[in-house]
């Protein structure tokens, strides 16, 4: 069982930063990738980024690619996502993903069954 908890989303206005963190507990955090999503109304759910287990390799979407980071910190079994130069088009529900997940050398995730709860960020224009 895994259990993931998102938390750093608020308001910000346009070209402004947000950070982003997902606190994990339960399976054992290190051993696997770990991703970032996104969800805005009417919208699908869509892939931001994803980082290797190790923390060596990551992936970003094309969308907000030089903008957006993902770190993560296995001693604190926290993952970050630094967001910067924030578009109104960036406001969604931005939910973490882990659990049995990989990252291959492609740049592909491939998401788990666990899902954080959500946070928003709203980049007002």
């Known amino acids: 069982q895994v259990q993931l908890v998102e938390s750093g989303g608020g308001l910000v206005q346009a070209g402004g930063s947000l950070r982003l963190s997902c606190a994990a507990s339960?399976?054992?955090?290190?051993?696997?990738?770990m991703g970032w999503f996104r969800q805005a109304p009417g919208k699908e759910r869509e892939f931001v980024a994803a980082?290797?287990?190790?923390?060596?390799?990551?992936s970003v979407a094309d969308s907000v690619k030089g903008r957006f980071t993902i770190s993560r910190d296995n001693a604190k079994n926290t993952v970050y996502l630094q967001m910067n130069s924030l578009k109104p088009e960036d406001t969604a529900v931005y939910y973490c993903?882990?659990?049995?997940?990989?990252?291959?050398?492609?740049?592909?995730?491939?998401?788990?069954?666990?899902w954080g709860q959500g946070t928003q960020v709203t980049v007002s224009s």
């Open positions: 980082i290797s287990w190790s923390g060596g390799r990551t």
């Open positions: 993903n882990g659990g049995v997940t990989n990252l291959n050398y492609s740049g592909k995730y491939t998401p788990g069954d666990y």
């Open positions: 339960g399976r054992t955090f290190s051993n696997y990738a």
